[in-house]
């Protein structure tokens, strides 16, 4: 069984700075972990993603160089720091796990994801 597990999130200013969490019990091999924000009336969007073998990330343009994956030392816990958030940033914010696909053409696809966490609101006021 795989359970993913969210903390994190809340309210913010414009400009300021979220670090949410993903821990993730799992009982097959985590290939690729992700982060989608889905705003009311909007698709679910992929913001970031990370490949576990290599912790090679990546990125959507609209996050890059504000956002950032990382794992902890004991790899069960994958933070997601946010800076220099702003209004347009404001979700529901949900990690996901890849254990079956090994080739992904596309991380930010939400259909490659087998599992998915709670899910977690961020708000950013102006």
């Known amino acids: 069984q795989v359970q993913l597990v969210q903390s994190g999130g809340g309210s913010v200013q414009a400009g300021g700075s979220l670090n949410l969490s993903c821990t993730i019990s799992?009982?097959?091999?985590?290939?690729?972990v992700g982060w989608f924000r889905q705003a009311p009336g909007k698709e679910r969007e992929g913001v970031a993603a990370?490949?576990?073998?290599?912790?090679?990330?990546y990125y959507a343009d609209s996050v890059k160089g504000r956002f950032a994956i990382s794992r902890d030392s004991a790899q069960k816990t994958f933070r997601f720091q946010m800076n220099g958030l702003q209004p347009a940033d404001t979700a529901t914010y949900y990690c996901?796990?890849?254990?079956?696909?090994?080739?992904?053409?596309?991380?930010?696809?939400?259909?490659?994801?087998?599992?998915w966490g709670q899910g977690t609101q961020v708000t950013v006021s102006s």
């Open positions: 996901a796990s890849i254990h079956r696909r090994l080739y992904v053409a596309n991380w930010f696809d939400p259909s490659y994801y087998d599992y």
């Open positions: 799992a009982d097959t091999y985590i290939i690729a």
């Open positions: 990370m490949r576990t073998d290599t912790g090679i990330t």
